[in-house]
């Protein structure tokens, strides 16, 4: 079954998002918070708002904010290369489900070591959000893919049509923004992308 995770994108308000996100998540496995330029305070309340909406804890994943996600007793974080090691977070936080953002076989590898539970491997596609930034493509997703044991989530520029080429590779699951966030029917997008790993 495929993991589909939907991550906010750091220009909705945070109470846009959670309003939109909160109904539709029957149909998601994970909701990120992922607020680079926001407060603590304001990714607390993004993340308790959730919850409020009735977003279950255990799919709430917050990003870098590892501090936030204890204090809700959210079930995941997700790390990105300026955070926190991996082990370091899995040695004081060891109920937290933690996953790591990373761009090479190499970082892969070294989250896995560390003790990451999945990794997100990206951008697989052209991307609006680094659009200066060459693709890595789905020979590099299938190669990792084939190359660790740890789940494998892609992420970038994924539209429903690229869903199956993406399952094809192995992968465990895919992470979106655009395709869902500035889709005119946030939920119609939601189930073109389930549809599309099942096709």
Known sequence: ???????SNGKWA????????????????HVHIREK???????????KGLKQGGVPGEKIIVNDRVDVAESLGVRGVQLAYHSLDVAEVRKHFPRLRIG????????????????????VFGHVFSSTSKPDLPPKGLKALQDLVDDIALPVIA????????????????AAGIAVMSGVLEAENPRKALLEYKKGWEI
């Open 37 to 47: 330029r926001r407060s603590a305070r304001e990714i607390y309340d993004g993340v």
């Open 1 to 7: 079954m495929m993991e589909l995770h939907v991550m």
């Open 155 to 170: 992420i970038g520029g994924i539209t429903p049509d690229k869903v199956s080429s993406v399952r094809e590779t192995g």
């Open 14 to 29: 945070l109470p846009d998002f959670v309003s939109m996100i909160s109904p539709l998540h029957p149909h998601v496995s």
């Open 100 to 119: 790591k953002s990373v761009h090479s076989r190499e970082e892969a590898k070294q989250a896995e070591e560390a003790g990451a539970d999945y990794i």
